[in-house]
């Protein structure tokens, strides 16, 4: 069964030409031109029931265009969506009592008041009964280690705190999808690890479907089974994170550690024929650079482990970092250009919407 299905997905903004000195500002208020911009391009994927997928890409690749559309923010400009069997801008009433949404800099609570206070607000929001409430509520606070936080005033919490009761305050209905938008951004690591260890237990418990945007990929790494690239409102990348290396991986670095003095011409002459690259730290410490599917490990291995003495060999990976930087790594001043006028023009359409 699918929890999310997106078909061709697009979203276009009409965003106002601003022109320059006086008399543009004059020109502006009678004559005003406009550009079209698309966030989104055509998109389209399935989510399966229980799945936690990774949703990534830069600054203005179209992420969080896609999570507002996904949840009923946005009304898409083309394309279908149906999250739950519900159209998310149509079917509203119906369909956000089966979603839970983090947005991580922005807050569903109420500001001056007590946590259980927002709490008992959202319950009658969801139109949760008496008994699943607190049922739910004794759950999420004992995993959450919420007991001495519930009587203070939500601007009273330190940030790891908050988005503590935001995660509470998002799965008090018990959602089936819950998506989460940068939800450990600003945190320390300690709180960090808290609510992945979190997620992923009540994704294992509930079989609730999470899609996860961020910015942290240890994030990714630690709770996905599948991500979603985008770049420049695209698809680029749909799939494992293994998959992502090996499609994007530059290699490996093995860094040896020998019995006895080596030296770098040596090195080169046992892996002669081989695309490796041999740098030596000191006499006893050097490190080999093996090119992504031209050259296996073990045979680089195998022809400098039988022939010398080595008391220690370390592998590095490229790590999932790196890779998505690498791809990032052209176009980052278009993206951020694109992300300030999606900004602009999502503002505009919310206040429409609203």
Known sequence: MQAIEV???????KVQKSRSGLKGAVRDLFNREYTQVRAVKDISFQIPKGEICG??????AGKSTTIKMLTGILVPTAGEIRVNGYIPFQDREKFVKGIGVVFGQRSQLWWDIGVIESFQLLKKVYRVSEADFKQRLDELVERLQLSELLSRPVRKLSLGQRMRCELAA????????VFLDEPTIGLDIVVKTEIREFLKQMNQRYETTILLTTHDLQDIEALCSRVIMLDDGRIIYDGGLEELKAKWG???EVI???AEAVSLDRLQKLTEGLEVAWSVDNELTARVWIPQQKVNVSEVLSRVVGVMGIEDIKIVETNTDDIVREIYKSGS????AMHALNEKAEQEEVKVHA
């Not at 998002?170 to 999808?177: E, T």
Request: hydrophobic share 30%; charged share 25%; glycine share 10%.
């Open 55 to 60: 949703y990534i890409g830069e600054n203005g």
């Open 333 to 336: 001043a278009e993206a951020k």
């Open 170 to 177: 998002s799965l008090l209905h018990n959602p089936q999808i």
């Open 250 to 252: 530059k290699g490996k």
């Open 256 to 258: 040896l550690q020998f």
């Open 7 to 13: 078909n061709n997905l697009r979203k276009e903004f």
